[in-house]
């Protein structure tokens, strides 16, 4: 069963997924990004589901849709839920091995063993020139709706996972740069946790370790809404586990 992370001080954490703080997106002002954004509907962070009819997006000759390839109704605690994959599909072009990967990776950390039946599921997706980028969500109904992120990057030209340092050059930026910002972000983020309550000396401690966590390992950047760099942060803070992750934008 996943739970609550917990945190040590000075430790950086080690889980590659988890859900928002405050549910706010801050953001620090850049050059615009090199990619144009595509006329389309985007979906809201907080939709439960992804409407068919919306999941189409279109430039030319390019289709893409997003669908469920994995929809598990189930009851937790007298409510209705339901388990979610996405499915990549691109006219044209063979996506069968990336979705293999996303449900592999999905089932794999939200319904094998004792898992199963315990996460709720929701994700959006947004498309800029030929790339797609998939934010999947999994809340813990059993450990205090906590709430798991992970973002695929997918280049539609051939239907293959692209790297998170390659979404960064494709937005402008070199790793230096965007990592620069990311610290500005945290700068801000650590700043306003600070504002919320009257924190003891290992609190501060602890915003001081998202300094600590500017990396490829904790950070995953994907092109949002209208062209915009973005990026899902595992960052500590104050109140509930201790640690969440945040969606930061880079506008």
Known sequence: MIKLIAVTLGIA????????????????PVQPVSIASMDKETFDITS???PADNGKEKKSELIIDVTDAVDRTFVYDGEKHSFKIPKITIAGVNTDEINKT???????????????????????YFVNNNLVSVIVSNVDLFGSEFEYLKVFNIDASTGKLITADEVVKLAGLTD????????????KFNNLQLTL???GEEDKIALAENFEQISYQFVQPYIGSNGKLCFVGDVFCTGGSGVAFENFEVN
């Open 102 to 124: 996303i449900r592999t990776e999905i089932e794999k950390a939200y319904y094998e063993g004792e898992n199963k039946e315990v996460f709720d599921s929701k994700y959006q």
């Open 13 to 28: 954490t080690l889980a590659t997924m988890a859900g928002y703080a405050s549910g706010k997106v801050l953001s620090v």
């Open 176 to 187: 230096g740069e965007f990592f620069g910002k990311v610290k500005d972000l945290y700068a």
């Open 48 to 50: 439960t589901t992804t």
């Open 197 to 199: 309550e009257d924190l």
